[in-house]
Structure formats: structure tokens, C-alpha cells
């Protein structure tokens, strides 16, 4: 047993040591084939590399040194030595045997000829030679000489612009101009537009030449207007035909889009041009051709004299409104992705789909993929539109997202004639007002000075502090913003959330009329949201009421004093006083501090007397007189004791009227 189990040991030690000796020799075996591919490959790279250097000096010395780039002049001559040294040796064996035959020739009176590089002549090696010796920007001109065959034609034509272009040459001169420039350029503007230099010489005969010219130009380049618009400097001269062209060309332009607004839309270079077409220049049925290039084939079967619009197509074939909405939706979704979205026309694509999109799937993808974007679209009436109906139809968190996306422009949104609702939209919907206070308000506070001056700033300010009131809100704007008040997506109470805005701006509002009282007073515009902040904001007025107090107590003196009227004469000042003296008898109920009482107490004796010398003025004793309130009252008739004879001889309505208020 013991010798049968030795034996079977030793068998699968030898089985062992015979695989180990196989598996080495298969590694072998393997990494020679490696060595070998690597060794191939190496040599077939030597080959190539030799086949390069071959064909190089075969290339003209001058041809090469054009495509030498900037820096690489040395690395070129010593590749030109080195092909020279290979060339040579086809003729003579060696250096050595080179000099013996050229010695040899001299002794028996020949002329021996320096052996010759394939392809290159004497004119080019003088040319290389110069071309070395030039300067840098020597150099680049010799080459674009060289290479450019309108290199001569450019050159004359743009020192002609460079006189052409100026705005003080005179109509004479001018048109002398286009006529030398016109004969240069004559039969080659299809090749000097797309350069970037010589497109703007054929720009400037388009924008300064005559009608002559310009038609010329035109039926030259009409068959190019796709590829123009499509260049980074030729888009412009199609730009120029639009706008200095006559009718017939400018519908010309119009009708070479026809069939490719789709895929220009989408184009970094030419959207710009559809851009301008349509926003400054195409009218109603122009729009509307462009516009409807998106629907897909459906609108186009169904549409007819009767069914020109969207709208008027979906109502009369309501099948069809699935199909056209989603080629729309798969067009307008690409170009969130592009950097297009700033345009018009995009807008409109945008509205257009909102308008009629009915289901929430439908809206939430396209809601989804602007909501990051939003800012970028809302300067124009159809982008407003299309950033509310994500506002009104979002769900929470894109809200969120919208709010943050406006972070940092607040104060340019507030400005804007059509982006300042998208603020209303957001005060009237969103729940979160502490989340909306963070991010939208408190930014609108650090610059609330400015936007209270700005025409549109202070109807955000008012919006905050009176919802919807009749007297600083259209009636259009009232009707647009009550189509999202019964989105899906808002729970709170309307008034709970009115109530909680109005008081987070209240504090910082009347704060805005202690610090600058004067232009919150007397200034026409900001005495509206001055009286506004009095008769809404919660908290104490007091403060505010001192600083329009301290206002009022400064010396009087009627008519013009330094070139402006005192807040009692002032046009707009009067009226704020008139206003907060008419609010002191609901104060007295609420029992708060009166306005009347703060003014006649700070008034130093003889001031009111010499304010019932004005209308105005007189105006203002009456205002407190009608409030009723005893202590009032009896102040006035005390401090105007023996005015009555003064009043009689005054000529106008108000000394007239307090008149009667005293007897």
C-alpha cells in the first residue's frame, strides 16, 4: 500500500512539472508573436516616415513654406537641408565624389550644373529665400498673396470702404465711391462674402449704393441666400438685403427660407437672421408661413382660406390636434437645448403650445425642460405668457426651480414692461411664501429704491402691498393674471397669503419714506406708491409720518423758493399731506397717531397764517377742518385768530372756502 501510493506521487509530481513546462512554452510561444507585431509595426512606421520625407522634397520649396506654420521657419529649413543632402545623392554617390567631379570639370574648362530638386525652379528658391528673410507680417501678406487669387481685387476694394464708410462724406462723393467699388467687385461677390474682410465691402455698397447696385448685387447672390445665412459673416449682408432692399427682394428672402425655417431655427448662425426677419420686418401672413413650418403635415393638409391660424384649424378638424401638437412638442423640445431660446419666434412655438396643450403629461415634460430657462425668455409678451402658464400649471418643486433660475435678475425682471408678471404670477400661486420671501423678495428689498422709481418696479412694490387694485392695475392685466387662479397646484387661502406678503414688505416700505422722504413726496410718480405704502403697510407709521412732518416745518415762503415750490404749494407734495390729513379720522378710531395733531404741534407759530396766503395751503387748513376731531380743531381756529380780514381780501377758491369753515 505504502509503495503503491510513492508511486502514484511521483506520477502527478512528473503530470505537473509536463504542464508547467507547456504553459512556458506557450507564454513563449506568445510573447514572440508581440516582439514580432511590435517589431513590424515599427519598421512599417520607419517606412511611412521615409515615404513622407520623400514626398516632401518632391513638394516646391514654395508650396511648402506656405503651409510652414507660425514659429516653424527653422524646422523647415532643416528639412529642406536634409532632402537636399538624399536628392543629391541620387546623382553623386557621396560628398566625396561630388567634389572630385566637380574638380575634375574644372580642370578641363567645363561648367558642372548643382544637382536640381525634383519640381523646383529658381524662381522659387529666390521666393523661399525671401520669404525668410521677410518680416512676421510681411510674411502673412506675401503668403495670402500667394494663396488667394482675390488677393489684388480685396485689397483695392477694401480701401475703398475704408472711405465709403464714413458718415461724414459727402452724396457726391459717396456715389463716386460706389462706382469704383462696384467695378472692382463686379462678377466676384459670390467669392469675396463669405471672407471675412471683404464681406463687409459688399455690406457697405448694399447699405450706401444705389438702387442700380443693389440689384445688381442681388442677382448675383439670390441663389445664395440658404448658404448666407448660414455664415458667420455673410449672415449680415443677407440682413442688409432685408432692411435696404426693396419689396421684392425682401419676399425673395422670405420665400428662400420656405421649407428650412425648421432646421435654421435650430443653426447658430442663422437663427440670427431668422430672428431679425421675422421680428423686424415680416408682417402677419410672413410670421405665419415661418410659424407654421412646425406644425407637421397635418396643419398643412387641413389648412385653408377660412383655416389660416392654429387655433382655427384644431377647432375645425379636433382630430388632428394630437398629431400637430406632438411634431410641435418634439420641435420646441430640441430647441431648449439649443442657444436660441432668446428669440421671438421661439416664444411664439412656445405660447402656441401652452395655449392649446391640454394634458398635464403633455405640459409637464415641456414645463420640466424650461423651467431652468425661464429667464431667458421672459422680455418678450408671448415668453411672459409661456413662463406663467408654467408658473400657473408647475408642480411645487418647478416652482422651486423657476424661483431660483430667477435669482440675480430680480431687480432687471422688475424693470421690464413684460417680465414684471412673472413676479405678480408668483405672488398670486405660490404657497411657499417664506421659500418666496428667501429668494425672490428679499433680493427685490436690497433694491428697493430703484425699482419703486421704475415705471414697472412699482407696480411689483404695489402688487405686494394692494392685490389686483383697480386703481394702479389695467383691467387686461387683472383678466390675464385671474386665468391662474384655479391651477392645480396652489392649497392656501388667497387672502392668507395676500395678507402674509403685505407683510413682509410693509416694514422695508415705510423704511423707503424715512430715508428718502423728499423724492418719495414730492415727486409725481412716487407720491402714488408713497400714499399707497400709508393706506396698506402694516406696522407703525409714526416714523415715516415724522420724516413728511419735518418736511412740512421747513420755512415757507410762496411761490418758487431755489427754483422749487415748498411741499405745501408743491403739485404732488399738497396732495400727499391733503391724503394723510383725510386718513386721520379713521385713525382716530383705530386709535392711532393722528397725522394733523404731529403737524400742528411740530408748526411754530405764524407758519399756518402764512400758508392760507396760497390756494393750496388753504386747501390744506380746510382738509384738517373737515377731519372734525376736536383737538384739531381748536388748534387751527387758535393759531388763525385775525385772519379773516386777510382771507377777505384773497382772490382765489381756497381762502374763500376756509372762510366759511372759520365764520
Known amino acids: 500500500m505504502v509503495i503503491a501510493g510513492g508511486n502514484l506521487s511521483e506520477a502527478q509530481g512528473k503530470k505537473k512539472n509536463t504542464n508547467k513546462i507547456a504553459v512556458q512554452q506557450k507564454a513563449d510561444k506568445l510573447m514572440e508573436k508581440i516582439n514580432q507585431k511590435k517589431e513590424s509595426s515599427r519598421q512599417e512606421r520607419k517606412g511611412k516616415k521615409l515615404i513622407k520625407q520623400k514626398s516632401l522634397v518632391k ?365 405678480l404670477t408668483l405672488f398670486d400661486v405660490v404657497d411657499d411664501t417664506v421659500l418666496l420671501f428667501k429668494i425672490v423678495i428679499s433680493e427685490l428689498i436690497k433694491s428697493l429704491k430703484t425699482i419703486a422709481n421704475g415705471q414697472y418696479g412699482r407696480k411689483v412694490l404695489l402688487y405686494l402691498l394692494s392685490r389686483r387694485d383697480p386703481v394702479f392695475f389695467h383691467p387686461d392685466v387683472v383678466k390675464l393674471l385671474q386665468e391662474g387662479d384655479k391651477n392645480p397646484t396652489s392649497k392656501k387661502d388667497v387672502i392668507t397669503r395676500a395678507d402674509e406678503l403685505r407683510k413682509m414688505i410693509s416694514e422695508p416700505a415705510l423704511n423707503l419714506i424715512v430715508d428718502h422722504t423728499k423724492e418719495a413726496v414730492l415727486e409725481k410718480s412716487a407720491c402714488l406708491v408713497t400714499l399707497s405704502i400709508f393706506q396698506h403697510a402694516e406696522g407703525d407709521q409714526t416714523s415715516a409720518m415724522e420724516a413728511i412732518v419735518s418736511l412740512c416745518a421747513m420755512p415757507f415762503k410762496c411761490g418758487k423758493s431755489e427754483g422749487s415750490f415748498h411741499i405745501v404749494e408743491h403739485p404732488a407734495g399738497h396732495m400727499v399731506i391733503k391724503k394723510l390729513i383725510q386718513a386721520d379720522k379713521s385713525r382716530s378710531e383705530r386709535e392711532q397717531n393722528i397725522f394733523s395733531e404731529m403737524l400742528l404741534e411740530k408748526l411754530s407759530d405764524g407758519v399756518l397764517k402764512s400758508w392760507v396766503t396760497c390756494n393750496r395751503g388753504a386747501f390744506i387748513v380746510v382738509a384738517m377742518l373737515d377731519t372734525e376731531i376736536p383737538s384739531v380743531v381748536e388748534k387751527i381756529k387758535t393759531q388763525l385768530t385775525g385772519i379773516k380780514k386777510t382771507l377777505k381780501q384773497c382772490d382765489f377758491k381756497g381762502a374763500e372756502i376756509l372762510l366759511t369753515k372759520l365764520a
Open 59 to 423: 513638394q516646391s520649396p514654395q508650396a511648402k513654406s506656405f503651409k510652414t506654420s507660425k514659429g516653424s521657419d527653422k524646422k523647415y529649413k532643416g528639412e529642406k537641408k536634409s532632402s537636399i543632402v538624399e536628392t543629391s545623392k541620387k546623382d553623386v554617390s557621396t560628398v566625396e565624389g561630388k567634389r572630385k567631379l566637380k574638380a575634375t570639370a574644372e580642370d578641363e574648362g567645363q561648367q558642372i550644373k548643382k544637382p536640381r530638386l525634383e519640381g523646383k525652379t529658381k524662381t522659387d528658391s529666390v521666393a523661399t529665400e525671401k520669404l525668410h528673410e521677410m518680416k512676421k507680417k510681411e510674411r502673412k501678406t506675401f503668403r495670402r498673396q500667394h494663396t488667394n487669387k482675390h488677393f489684388d481685387i480685396a485689397l483695392k476694394s477694401k480701401q475703398i470702404w475704408e472711405e465709403l464708410r464714413k458718415q461724414d462724406l459727402s452724396s457726391a462723393d459717396r456715389e463716386k465711391l460706389c462706382a469704383q467699388l462696384w467695378n472692382i467687385v463686379k462678377g466676384e461677390a459670390k467669392q469675396l462674402i463669405f471672407a471675412h474682410d471683404t464681406a463687409r465691402v459688399i455690406e457697405c455698397l448694399e447699405q450706401y449704393g444705389s438702387n442700380v447696385y443693389r440689384n445688381a448685387l442681388f442677382e448675383e447672390l439670390k441663389g445664395n441666400i440658404l448658404d448666407m445665412a448660414k455664415s458667420k459673416y455673410a449672415k449680415f449682408f443677407v440682413k442688409k438685403i432685408v432692411k435696404y432692399g426693396n419689396k421684392a427682394q425682401r419676399n425673395a428672402v422670405f420665400q428662400s427660407f420656405r421649407g428650412y425655417v425648421t432646421k435654421l431655427v435650430k443653426h447658430n448662425q442663422a437663427a440670427d437672421v431668422i430672428e431679425f426677419c421675422y421680428n423686424e420686418f415680416a408682417n402677419a401672413t410672413q410670421r405665419q408661413a415661418m410659424v407654421e413650418e412646425f406644425y407637421g403635415p397635418s396643419f398643412l393638409l387641413f389648412k385653408t382660406e377660412e383655416c389660416r391660424t392654429l387655433g382655427q384649424v384644431l377647432s375645425a378638424e379636433p382630430s388632428r390636434k394630437d398629431a400637430v401638437l406632438a411634431h410641435l412638442k418634439e420641435h420646441i423640445l430640441q430647441l431648449t437645448e439649443k442657444n436660441v431660446l432668446q428669440n421671438s419666434i421661439v416664444h411664439r412655438l412656445f405660447f402656441d403650445f401652452f395655449t392649446h396643450a391640454t394634458t398635464d403629461k403633455d405640459r409637464s415634460e415641456v414645463i420640466e425642460a424650461l423651467r431652468e430657462v425661464l429667464v431667458h425668455i421672459i422680455h418678450t409678451r408671448e415668453g411672459t405668457k409661456v413662463a406663467m402658464h408654467c408658473i400657473w400649471f408647475g408642480t411645487a418643486k418647478d416652482r422651486k426651480h423657476i424661483m431660483k433660475s430667477l435669482k440675480g435678475h430680480v431687480e432687471r425682471i422688475c424693470g421690464e414692461e413684460h417680465a414684471h408678471l412673472v413676479l
